[in-house]
C-alpha cells in the first residue's frame, strides 16, 4: 500500500520534470527539434522510466516493478503506434515545425489530466463491479481484431465536427491541433486504460505507467516520425498483446465471480512475470521483423 507521503514525492518528483519540460519547450518555442536533441532526450525519459521501476520496490511490492514495467512497456508501445496519427495530424493542420514540439507538450499535458481521472474512475469502477472486467476483455479483442486487419496505409485522420467548428471560427493551427491532439489521446486511452488495468488494478503502477509513457512522446515524436514507416508489423504486435491482455482479462473476470473452471477445464491465472515476458518477446520480435522486412524491401 502506498502512503500519501510516497503519492506525494511521486507527484512532487513528477511534476517538476514536467514543469522542467513545459519550460524547456517554451524556452526553445522558435527552434526546430534536431533528431541529436531527441535522440538524448527520449534516452533520457526511457533512463528515468527504467530506474523508476527498478528502484520501486523501495517504497512498493516487488511484484509492484514488474507491474510498473508490464504495463509502462505496453503504454509506451501504443502511445508508439499513435504517433503515426500525430504526424498526419500536424500535417494536415500544417503546423509550423518550430512549433510543433510546444503543441505536442500542451498536448500531453492535457492527455495526462484525462487519463488520471479516467484511470481513477475506472479504479472505482472496478472495485465495485468485477464483471467489468468481461466488458474491458471484450473490447480489447475487438480492438486486437481491428488492429490486426487494419493495414498501414489505412490509417488516416478525419477532423470531427468539433474540429471544423473551431476552423469555422477562425481558431488558429496551433489551437486546432492542440484540441485535435487531446481529443484523439483521449480516443486511444479507451484501449490503453482497460490494456494496463488488465496487468494490474494497483492504481499507483496504472497512474505512474501512464504519465512515464506519455512524458517522453514529445521527443519520440521527432525521433521515430521519420522511421514508423519501417515499423510495418509494430501494429501486427500491438494487436497479438492486447489480444492477449483481453483474454487475461476476461479470466480475471471468471475468477471474479466465482467461475474457477468451465467444462471441467481449469481456467489458469497469468502471472505478471508471464505478462512481461509475452509482451517484451512480441515487442523485440515485432520490431526485429519490421526493420528486417523494411530493410530488404530498400534494398530491392
Not at 25 to 34: D, G, N, Q, W
Not at 174 to 179: D, E, M, N, P, R
Not at 271 to 276: D, E, G, K
Request: glycine share 6%.
Amino acid at each position: 500500500m502506498i502512503s500519501a507521503s510516497e503519492w506525494l514525492v511521486t507527484v512532487l518528483a513528477l511534476s517538476a520534470v514536467i514543469l522542467f519540460d513545459l519550460t524547456l519547450a517554451v524556452i526553445r518555442r522558435h527552434k526546430e527539434t534536431s533528431l541529436r536533441e531527441a535522440t538524448i532526450w527520449t534516452f533520457i525519459y526511457v533512463g528515468l522510466a527504467v530506474a523508476f521501476g527498478i528502484l520501486m520496490p523501495h517504497w512498493a511490492s516487488l511484484a509492484s516493478r514488474d507491474e510498473f514495467f508490464a504495463g509502462w512497456l505496453t503504454e509506451y508501445s501504443l502511445s508508439v503506434d499513435n504517433i503515426f496519427i500525430f504526424v498526419i495530424i500536424l500535417a494536415r493542420l500544417k503546423v509550423e515545425k518550430e512549433k510543433q514540439q510546444l503543441v505536442l507538450l500542451y498536448g500531453i499535458l492535457i492527455a495526462i489530466f484525462l487519463r488520471v481521472i479516467l484511470i481513477s474512475i475506472g479504479a472505482a469502477v472496478i472495485a465495485k463491479f468485477a464483471w467489468v472486467f468481461f466488458i474491458f476483455g471484450a473490447f480489447l479483442l475487438y480492438t486486437s481484431w481491428h488492429l490486426f486487419v487494419e493495414n498501414n496505409e489505412e490509417k488516416e485522420w478525419k477532423e470531427n465536427a468539433l474540429i471544423t467548428k473551431l476552423r469555422s471560427r477562425g481558431a488558429s493551427s496551433f489551437t486546432i491541433a492542440l484540441v485535435a491532439l487531446g481529443v484523439t489521446d483521449l480516443i486511444f486511452a479507451l484501449d490503453s486504460i482497460p490494456a494496463i488495468f488488465g496487468l494490474t488494478q494497483n492504481v499507483y503502477v496504472v497512474i505512474t505507467a501512464n504519465i512515464f509513457a506519455l512524458m517522453g512522446l514529445r521527443q519520440l515524436y521527432f525521433l521515430i516520425g521519420g522511421l514508423m514507416s519501417r515499423l510495418i508489423y509494430l501494429g501486427k504486435g500491438l494487436a497479438i498483446i492486447l489480444a492477449f491482455i483481453g483474454v487475461k482479462l476476461l479470466f480475471e473476470a471468471c475468477h471474479g465471480v466465482s467461475i474457477h473452471e468451465i467444462a471441467g477445464v481449469k481456467i489458469p491465472h497469468i502471472s505478471i512475470a508471464v505478462s512481461l515476458t509475452f509482451i517484451v518477446s512480441t515487442l523485440v520480435i515485432t520490431t526485429a521483423l519490421s526493420l528486417a522486412s523494411s530493410r530488404d524491401k530498400k534494398g530491392n
